[in-house]
């Protein structure tokens, strides 16, 4: 393709005007020397255009450019952000005061402009730092030195560092993109002065950002103001005026605080279920409760993070079948169900009760028709009705053993499995209470 004179002559004036971009304070002469450098990038797009790959970063033409592979597979870590860049400097150990960035100049489309950004600095290489999410490169390398945002237009950007830095890697963060998941860049440059305008670091904090494992990311303010850090036991705490965030450390990858101007209204972003005021939880000492009637159990209740003074109040759903008071002593009525609460306050938890029948037509000795011993593990009945159904409960109703009678009225139920002590048994069409 033939290049027109015209388009030439202005690309050979972009280096100059991209001087012009620079604060009053700065020049293109506070550029540091890149010839000895090397760069490595995490994705990198086949050459088209004005797209030559990480030399456009550094050869002085802003018209050429590197930029991100957007040819690779459609949801794949290489085509979407984050994309980043390393700047290894050999063995240059000048000084640096900052980070120019100009984004992609041609056609004037700034889609691929970086728009929020983070940099990191090491002496050991950064090269094999992941590339699959934000949260991903937090873990791995920690909080970035710098992160901040900038506008989505083709000016030049700068990041002034608060202390000069003497780093042999500096690895550029490109999180987010003006109008797209690519990342490019025309020229990056290290600064050799600060311009006379160091920024001073910022000392107050009025948010936290919370990273968890499965990649997602709130950001917690609280009043405009400081927030408080502690650690619980297991859990890291939050918080000022009453009100504390609480994560677990098993839900937590990063977390960070920094300064974000919120409005008034969005001081919490995020899930609600994570901001409290130490939550207050009842609990029963078991979940199903089964008594005969006329029998009493006391079921037991543990508040936590309640206010001084605060109590439980005990109440049934059907008191017909079950009471309870207000210790916990629940007495069983009549035979059926019913729910046995214990509350403190909207929260409350509560035991499933059932009340079976005391056996009604219970005999405590033997009558004429029938006898039983027990001799080893087998209890021996005779005098039941012929060929008909024999079985054994427990005393809550429940059959451990069923056997049929022989043709002569006799059976045997072998017991030497269960625990000794009272049972129902059912033959005959008696019910009676025995022990063994």
């Not at 004005?50 to 794949?76: P, Q, V």
């Not at 063995?91 to 980070?99: H, N, V």
């Not at 619980?232 to 450390?249: F, K, L, P, Q």
Request: aromatic residues 8%; negative net charge; hydrophobic residues 40%.
């Amino acid at each position: 393709m033939v290049i027109p004179k015209i388009i030439m002559d202005f690309i050979k004036t972009l280096p100059l005007l991209a001087a012009s971009l620079l604060p009053a304070s700065l020049s293109a002469a506070d550029y540091l020397d890149r010839s000895a450098w090397s760069w490595k990038t995490s994705s990198e797009c086949a050459a088209e255009e004005d797209i030559i790959g990480l030399e456009g970063i550094a050869d002085g033409n802003t018209y050429t450019c590197w930029h991100s592979n957007y040819h690779a597979a459609s949801g794949s870590a290489e085509r979407k952000n984050p994309h980043w860049v390393m700047i290894d400097r050999n063995a240059d150990t000048t000084p640096a005061y900052g980070l120019a960035y100009l984004p992609r100049q041609n056609g004037g489309n700034s889609a691929t402009a970086c728009t929020r950004y983070a940099i990191y600095f090491a002496d050991k290489t950064l090269e094999y730092s992941p590339s699959t999410s934000e949260q991903d490169i937090i873990y791995a390398l920690g909080n970035p030195a710098y992160t901040g945002t900038w506008a989505g237009d083709l000016e030049e950007k700068f990041v002034q560092f608060t202390t000069p830095v003497t780093s042999r890697y500096i690895l550029f963060v490109n999180l987010d993109s003006n109008g797209s998941n690519s990342a490019a860049c025309a020229e990056m440059n290290l600064l050799a002065s600060n311009g006379g305008d160091t920024p001073s670091p910022s000392t107050s904090y009025n948010a936290i950002r919370i990273v968890t494992p499965e990649g997602d990311e709130h950001r917690i303010a609280i009043d405009g103001t400081n927030l408080a850090f502690s650690m619980a036991g297991g859990n890291i705490r939050m918080g000022n005026s009453g009100i504390t965030v609480e994560y677990a450390m098993s839900e937590v990858k990063h977390f960070k605080p920094e300064h974000y101007d919120f409005d008034k209204e969005e001081f919490y972003v995020g899930p609600k279920k994570d901001i409290y005021e130490y939550p207050l939880t009842v609990t029963i000492d078991r979940a199903v409760l089964i008594l005969e009637e006329g029998k009493t159990a006391t079921l037991v209740a543990n508040l936590e993070n309640a206010t001084p003074g605060a109590s439980i109040t005990w109440a049934s759903s059907d008191p017909a079948v079950a009471t309870v008071d207000q210790e916990g002593l629940v007495t069983a009525i009549k035979a059926g169900s019913t729910e046995v609460t214990a509350s403190c306050g909207d929260v409350s938890a509560s035991c499933a009760v059932t009340v079976t029948d005391a056996a009604v037509g219970i005999i405590d000795a033997p009558v004429s028709t029938l006898t039983f011993r027990r001799e080893g593990d087998n209890l021996y009945l005779g005098g039941i009705t012929p060929s008909s159904d024999v079985a054994l409960y427990s005393l809550a109703g429940i059959k451990v053993v069923a056997a049929t009678a022989s043709s002569l009225g006799q059976v045997v139920i072998p017991v030497g499995s269960l625990p000794s002590g009272a049972y129902l048994l059912s033959a005959s069409g008696l019910t009676l209470k025995i022990s063994f």
